[in-house]
Nanobody
């Protein structure tokens, strides 16, 4: 069992940068791939990026790969989503999640989820 708490979401202006935090607990939490997703009302939950255990490799959705960076600090049991050049289209609830699957790019690949943190980008 893995438990996540996301934090860092807030109201920002277009063009701003923002870092989201995902604090984790659970046995062997650092052996999981950590993914970041977002969801806005009326839309499906969207994969953004993920980082493998040990931080050795990161994967990104083409839609955000030029602006978002996923990282992790296993010594702090924390994962991060660094977002740059935000636009109103980035407004959503952002989630972190964990999987041990070798398939890591969709919602159904992940077993454990945080409660989400809201990011609102004003124009």
């Amino acid at each position: 069992q893995v438990h996540f708490v996301e934090s860092g979401g807030r109201l920002v202006q277009a063009g701003d940068s923002l870092t989201l935090f995902c604090t984790a607990s659970g046995r062997d939490v650092n052996t999981y791939t950590i993914g970041w997703f977002r969801q806005s009302p009326g839309n499906e939950r969207e994969f953004l990026g993920c980082i493998l255990w040990g931080g050795r490799r990161a994967l990104y959705s083409d839609s955000v790969k030029d602006r978002f960076t996923v990282s992790r600090d296993d010594g702090r049991d924390t994962a991060y989503l660094q977002m740059n050049r935000l636009t109103p289209d980035d407004t959503a609830t952002y989630y972190c999640a964990a999987t041990k699957s070798t398939s890591r790019l969709k919602v159904s690949d992940y077993d454990y989820w945080g409660q989400g943190t809201q990011v609102t980008v004003s124009s």
